[in-house]
């Protein structure tokens, strides 16, 4: 990656400067799926997101509660500038278990990410898919969503977190 594409894409209009506006301190609402319909689940959720190595990636760190339990995470979020493409790397305290996620581009290279991974699969039985898109409504509002794939088989909403500028 040369400094010039970089810059580049630190402009206004470019995938750096759209992972620059996610800066900040949220707060909100985190709502789990486990079947289609309403929400399993729904907590308050903490976040922060920080650029990491002089802007070139976002590292969001939150806290939030799954049935009444504690649960924690962090997601480290790049556009690569060579393969013109969103990854992420996604622990947490409960759906990666000792796993790391690792997602990249689902197609679309729009201004904010939109990645899938695969997950499972490690025992024979077909890998299931786990797609993640974040957007940005508005400076102060940031919604990340996750839906569920099952192999050859349709997307449901897993995961849902709405967040407001604290």
């Known amino acids: 990656m040369g400094s010039s594409a970089f810059e580049a894409s630190q402009a206004p209009g470019g995938h750096h400067h759209a992972l620059a506006r996610l800066a900040g301190e949220w707060v909100g609402v985190s709502r789990v799926w486990f079947e289609p319909g309403?929400?399993?689940d729904e907590s308050p959720i903490r976040g922060s997101i920080r650029p990491a190595l002089g802007g070139r990636f976002m590292i969001h760190e939150y806290e939030s509660a799954l049935g009444g339990k504690p649960l924690q995470g962090m997601v480290l979020i790049g556009w690569h500038i060579d393969a013109k493409r969103y990854e992420m790397a996604w622990i947490d305290s409960f759906h990666t278990g000792s796993a790391i996620l690792f997602s990249t581009g689902a197609g679309d290279a729009g201004p904010l990410p939109n990645v899938l991974c695969h997950?499972?699969?490690?025992?024979?039985?077909?890998?299931?898919?786990?797609r993640t898109t974040i957007e940005q409504p508005d400076p102060d509002t940031l919604v990340l969503t996750a839906w569920n794939i099952e192999p050859d088989g349709p997307e449901a909403k897993a995961t849902e977190i709405v967040y407001r500028r604290a």
Do not use: E, K, L, R
């Open 38 to 40: 309403a929400p399993s």
């Open 119 to 130: 997950y499972g699969g490690h025992d024979g039985t077909p890998p299931w898919g786990w």
